[in-house]
Nanobody, 111 residues
Framework: QVPLVESGGGVVQAGASLRLSCAAS???????MAWFRQAPGKEREFVAA????????AYADSVKGRFNISRANAMNTIDLQMNNLKPEDTAVYYC?????RGKGTLVTVSS
């Protein structure tokens, strides 16, 4: 397992933006990576994913057009740019890769 560390969560108002980052403690980390989230009382759900080369992405329907996943820094960091945030985006956001998962970062969106 390669440790994954998320950052960038916080408390914002509806309509605001936040940028989450996830860093793998290994350079040239050639794995597909993804963001999942879990809201209070709900199951964890898929948010977005990106392949190891950063050329292919996928999004949940609920975030399409508002969120953007990208990959940088010798491929060992992914970012999630979240725009036009809604209260229903409130959740703990987790970074995932095969065999690894971060501890999560909390995003709270107030109405």
């Amino acid at each position: 397992q390669v440790p994954l560390v998320e950052s960038g969560g916080g408390v914002v108002q509806a309509g605001a933006s936040l940028r989450l980052s996830c860093a793998a403690s290994q350079k040239n980390y050639n794995m597909a990576m993804a963001w999942f989230r879990q809201a209070p009382g709900k199951e964890r759900e898929f948010v977005a994913a990106i392949n190891w080369g950063g050329t292919n992405t996928a999004y949940a329907d609920s975030v399409k057009g508002r969120f953007n996943i990208s990959r940088a820094n010798a491929m060992n960091t992914i970012d999630l740019q979240m725009n036009n945030l809604k209260p229903e985006d409130t959740a703990v956001y987790y970074c995932h890769a095969v065999g690894s998962r971060g501890k999560g970062t909390l995003v709270t969106v107030s109405s």
